[in-house]
């Protein structure tokens, strides 16, 4: 600001307080501009910036004196120093297409007066991906968020000398790890601490450490390898706080031992992933301001459903793997006074006999329930139609019988997942003319009696991203509607019914990645391919004609294909070879002719089937580099030539069938060196020679 504008600036403010004297009126106050050294200090940190693609610093310009405008920028009113730096990218982790990427320069150190530094989820790390060190400078710093950062190194124990600190997050970087976080101590003021995935596994005495930051509302440390949870304490400090997130652990001890029990403030905890054998102690009764409580894949531990019964402020339950109960026991514990406030009930894998009760209609307020995996019998009752605000059910992988009908899924107007799976003794009955109320986004009944005519009311379906109705008794052909309806689907999986009807000509529209459709009655060519395509099975059909040219290159991210047992003919096209990625080819007991292709670059084989043809020439040379293969079958065709020596060059091949062809020559002393082969079928060739 030059001396004019100094001056102008000093007449209004003179003027406007007269005029505040005769009228009694407040100054009004202008917000001062950023200062020239702390200008240059962000034009500097825009400098080490080499990639911005979304944008967010283009407001940032030499010519634009007022960084207090900037984007991002926010300053103090009142002195136009820089107090805090907003550059968090939205997107999750460090996004290629929305994060900063170069490095943090050094430059910040002149932003003093800083209290809030925001730099989550980009990927500002520079060549050596460590914290940058010169941030414990900034004394004023109130606020630091790292997280989803690709950090490597040591975490600086200079931080604690930023003794004003009330937040930290330095979650979810790549490889940080601390030996000592005695440097804590030095934090009193520090209210959010997140160190998930920073290795901590050589700090023992971290239950101490924390247990002296007393005013700790959320402590973050899942997955950072701890070992130990047991310490014992004279007096708890820790009565503030709120979220303790220890999943992803290394816990290896007795569930009652951890000495986290008394935390009678926690609103939030997460043990998931852990080994906390045992039984719950009774302690957990007394955690009333629980909300989330998650403590699934924790090994055979032991919950007496009566310690629920006083958590009334529950809205997520996860409880999966535990040992067996009975399901009737834990929701009449739910029901004393969780109906109308628990949100979602995870109790999968957990051994729970019984029927279900027609108490679940009351849990009113659920919107997910997983009763996956148990041993569960009997019908499923009607009442369950009263969760009207259920999104996603899962009764998969369990014994229950009876019929599912229009009454059961009437009232459930705001379902998305049904997963039904495996109930090989259900019944779905649902009228040809039945309305759904809602739209699935998954629908899972693999195993379920579905058949046998396809169910009509999932021509409604048309969110469906995955469809399971494996195994299902449909001896039907597909309808008019099936490839417009699931065309947004990601996973059809529609294998061994006996379902007529043929692939669709237009099928590279579609958003298939996985296609099960293995051991039908599925007719026609096979056409263009879905760009997005990852497995294919359609072996066990009735495919005939030949491949045409582009089929196979039009989906390049195949890594499984099945055509086996069909009646495909003619020669393989070249378009196979655009299949880099693909891992599994069966093109058994088809009727195939030719040389099989020369592909260059497909070396990622591990099952390469192509038994019973009529294929000819040499062992395809490409193989030489497919140094993962495990399974090669060119048996019943009519290969030729001598085997050759790179053949033993197979260190992890397990099965080696080349039975019933023209091979001709020795066998080569090579083939001594497959060290992992458990099966070799050389019979019914012109072989000739000694066995090596």
Known sequence: MDPTQKFLLFLLVGVAATLSLATNSPVPQWPASCTPREREALLAFKRGITGDPAGRLTSWKRGSHDCCQWRGVRCSNLTGHVLELHLRNNFPRYDEATALVGHISTSLISLEHLEHLDLSNNNLVGPAGRFPRFVSS?????????????????????????????????????????????????????????????????????????????????????GCSLTSASQSFSQLNLTRLEKLDLSYNNFNQPLASCWFWNLTSLTYLDLIMNILPGQFPDSLGDMKALQVFRFSSNGHSIIMPNLLQNLCNLEILDLGGLSSCNITELLDSLMHCLTKRIRKLYLWDNNITGTLPTGV????????????????????????????????????????????????????KSLKSLNLYYNPYLKIVLGDEWLPPFRLEVARFGSCQLGPMFPSWLQWMVNIKELDIWSTGITDQLPHWFWTTFSKATDLVISSNNISGSLPANM?????????????????????????????????????????????????????????????????????????????????????????????????LQHFILNNNSLSGKVPSFLKGCKQLKYLDL????????????????????????????????IPTSITNLAKLARLNLANNNISGVLP
């Open 361 to 412: 209609g009351k849990f009113t307020s659920l919107d997910t329930l997983d009763l996956s995996h148990n041993q569960l019998t009997g019908s499923v009752p009607y009442e369950i139609s009263m969760l009207t605000s259920l999104a996603k059910i899962d009764l998969s992988l369990n014994n229950l019988t009876g019929e599912i009908t229009e009454e059961h899924l009437a009232g459930l």
């Open 635 to 666: 048996s019943q065709n009519k290969f030729h030539g001598r085997l050759p020596s790179w053949i033993g060059n197979f260190s992890e091949v397990q099965i080696l069938i080349l039975n019933n062809n023209s091979f001709s020559g020795h």
């Open 138 to 222: 900034l004394r004023n710093l109130i606020y630091i968020n790292f997280s989803g950062m690709p950090l490597t190194g040591m975490v600086p124990p200079q931080l604690g000398n930023i003794t004003k600190l009330q937040y930290l997050d330095l979650s979810h970087g790549i490889g940080m790890y601390s030996t000592d976080i005695q440097w804590l101590t030095n934090l009193p003021a520090l209210r959010y601490l997140g160190l998930s995935n920073v290795n901590l596994s050589r700090v023992s005495d971290w239950p101490r450490v924390v247990n002296m930051n007393s005013y700790l509302i959320v402590l973050d440390l899942s």
């Open 508 to 604: 590279e529209t579609m958003s298939l990645e996985r296609l099960y459709l293995g051991s039908n009655q599925i007719t026609g060519v096979i056409p263009i391919l879905p760009p997005n395509l990852t497995w294919l099975e359609i072996q066990n059909n009735m495919l005939s004609g030949s491949v045409a040219s582009k089929t196979f290159g039009s989906a390049p991210q195949l890594v499984f294909m099945d055509l086996s047992s069909n009646n495909i003919k003619g020669h393989i096209p070249g378009s196979i070879c655009e299949l880099q990625h693909l891992q599994y080819l069966n093109l058994a007991n088809n009727h195939l002719e030719g040389e099989f292709p020369q592909c260059i670059g497909m070396t990622e």
